[in-house]
């Protein structure tokens, strides 16, 4: 933390050599106060855009809202010129930016207290928001009224979720109330912006504290598919990680898994497989389902029916019923392609392979043994 921290005091320094009020901003400051990592470290100055280029090296990463991508120090850091935002028509970006002379414009526009903090290049802290209170008493809040906070910009409604989630903090009654009768508006961002924060709000340490608050504000209404499983996990006292979370949600929505997400293809097939396997699964997952379904997308199933209460089986049970497995695919079969069609003396076809589909089933049923001279044997009893 203190080389980073370092390194952006000594930008702003050097901005302010060139005649720029600068400080770091945000959620960097709030992370300092309560000593904790930034994860990224972003700094709000007078200097406009085409000035910080003109004396550093930088990228336009976000020109449009006055911001640059600044090399430092072997580091990369966002600095956005002290702005006010204009309307919104697509209830995430503002249309247009007005530059501004004063930091106190740039510190009013953002979304909640806590994240509303400045510090210079001598740690030394600027609240024009409450935000030092706020993080004392561990509360999220809006800066302003949280109507025109959610309206400016939709996805901080899930954003005050994932602060909840990863600093534990409670919400204000005014800006949760503001959260539930705005909650619609999610509806109107990207669902790859809506995915990508329910996936790091799953991921925090405080998670259940969020799923109450998405039940509290009926934002759980407006997440396709996931109803009945918020519900459902927000009671558990162990909760899932992201996948099974998933896969619990999907089986609570009758087993369909929405169009709505964007998972990736890997991800999108690993959940309806566990889904189905989860939901025909009674007790121990069966030895075809093993070999059918594979180890990952077993383990998974598993774990989603411990979660559900219709499984006691670890991991560890899954896995070594999995290694046990007489066969772990076609390609295991003692008999060859060339072999069986030798004994049949006919040529490659449709009965090959329903066949080697009949093998396979009767060595994982333990009718025969997965050696050569068995199955051989064991072709005696089967027709083709």
């Not at 530059?99 to 903090?117: A, E, H």
């Not at 929405?258 to 989860?278: C, G, R």
């Amino acid at each position: 933390m203190a080389l980073s921290f370092q390194k952006a005091k000594n930008l702003i320094k050097a901005l302010k050599k060139k005649g720029y009020e600068s400080y770091i901003v945000g959620g960097a400051v709030r992370d300092f106060i309560m000593k904790k990592e930034p994860i990224d470290i972003d700094i709000t100055t007078k200097a406009k855009p085409t000035d910080v280029m003109r004396h550093f090296n930088s990228v336009p990463t976000g020109l449009k809202y006055g911001t640059v991508t600044v090399e430092f120090e072997d580091s990369q850091f966002e600095i956005t010129t002290f702005r006010l935002d204009g309307p919104t028509k697509d209830f995430r970006h503002p249309d247009s930016v007005i530059y501004s002379d004063n930091v106190k414009d740039d510190v009013l526009r953002r979304d909640f207290t806590i994240n509303g903090l400045l510090m210079d290049e001598n740690e030394r802290i600027y609240d024009h928001v409450g935000g030092l209170e706020d993080i004392k008493h561990e509360v999220i809040r809006t800066i302003g009224n949280p109507y025109d906070r959610f309206n400016e910009d939709a996805l901080r409604i899930l954003r005050a979720l994932y602060f909840q989630s990863k600093l534990g903090f409670r919400i204000d009654e005014e800006t949760k109330q503001a959260m539930k009768d705005s909650r619609f508006l999610i509806k109107e961002i990207s669902r790859e912006r809506v995915f990508n924060e329910l996936i790091k709000t799953l991921k925090g340490p405080y998670l259940k504290l969020a799923l109450e608050t998405m039940i509290e504000t009926q934002i759980d209404e407006v997440l396709p598919g996931l109803k009945n499983g918020i519900n459902y996990i927000s009671k558990l006292d162990k909760l899932p990680f992201v996948d099974p979370f998933f896969v619990v949600s999907f089986i609570l929505n009758q087993g369909i898994v929405p169009e709505y997400w964007p998972f990736s293809n890997y991800h999108k097939n690993m959940y309806q497989k566990a889904v189905i396997l989860s939901m025909k699964t009674k007790d121990f997952i069966t030895p075809h389902d093993l070999y059918e379904y594979g180890l990952e997308i077993s383990i998974l199933a598993n774990k989603a029916n411990t979660f559900l209460g219709k499984s006691r089986y670890t991991e560890n049970d899954i896995e070594n019923a999995y290694q046990k497995l007489p066969i772990k695919s076609e390609l295991d079969l003692a008999l060859t392609s060339q072999e069986i069609m030798t004994y049949y003396n006919k040529k490659p076809g449709l009965w090959l392979g329903k066949l080697k589909k009949a093998l396979v089933n009767d060595v994982l049923s333990k009718k025969v043994k997965n050696e050569k001279a068995a199955l051989l044997k064991h072709l005696e009893s089967m027709e083709v």
